[in-house]
T-cell receptor, first 115, second 112 residues
């Protein structure tokens, strides 16, 4: 009954590879997000989708490409992985748009390690 | 751009001690304020939120926070902490003009 589920939980890969992280929410929310948490625990928004449309695209390298096949899913594909991409990636969802007052519901995170 | 400052990076307390974690934000207009908690190895969970009404809000697990508009602050408090409160605490703010911005977090360690 996990509200926001993302897979895989751990991802270890070599530099230059391409990988994907999947996210699904069963809360009926309209908005989904990807956040990156670095080694110092700092959380920074990467992308946000509202009803399958990209509404926030922070200064993220274009090696990162989100895809939302429907409003319950938001996947993250990363091309040509670099060492600096190592982090924990959190998917989240909210009922309202990003500037509203609905709290975010987070997934359990995907710990990406690039070697 | 909006910014959120959490004054303490690490806090160490003994069980039953009182807790106050500071949070200040930069935006002067109407804001929505949140505190999230991240237990070791887990995802972020909402502790409490404020967007209007009584500036003293109560959240889960005995936590509360007070919004002081004149000080741009939203400090988190708990009268008596427990060992199980050991976690990372994040303050976050958004507004009609900016998306949710997180502070850098405060690591709370409660010793039994």
């Amino acid at each position: 009954d996990t509200a926001v589920s993302q897979t895989p939980k751990y991802l270890v890969t070599q530099m230059g590879n391409d990988k994907s992280i999947k996210c699904e929410q069963n809360l009926g929310h309209d908005t989904m997000y990807w956040y990156k948490q670095d080694s110092k625990k700092f959380l920074k928004i990467m992308f946000s989708y509202n009803n399958k449309e990209l509404i926030i695209n922070e200064t993220v390298p274009n090696r990162f490409s989100p895809k939302s096949p429907d409003k319950a899913h938001l996947n993250l594909h990363i091309n040509s992985l670099e060492l600096g991409d190592s982090a924990v990636y959190f998917c989240a969802s909210s009922q309202s748009a990003p500037r509203g007052n609905s709290p975010l519901h987070f997934g359990n995170g995907t710990r990406l390690t690039v070697t | 751009a909006q910014s959120v400052s959490q004054h303490n990076h690490h806090v160490i307390l003994s069980e039953a001690a009182s807790l106050e974690l500071g949070c200040n934000y930069s935006y002067g207009g109407t804001v929505n304020l949140f505190w999230y908690v991240q237990y070791p190895g887990q995802h972020l969970q909402l502790l409490l939120k404020y967007f209007s009404g009584d500036p003293l809000v109560k959240g889960i697990k005995g936590f509360e926070a007070e919004f002081i508009k004149s000080k741009f602050s939203f400090n988190l408090r708990k009268p008596s902490v427990q060992w199980s409160d050991t976690a990372e605490y994040f303050c976050a703010v958004n507004s009609g003009y900016s998306t949710l911005t997180f502070g850098k977090g405060t690591m709370l360690l409660v010793s039994p």
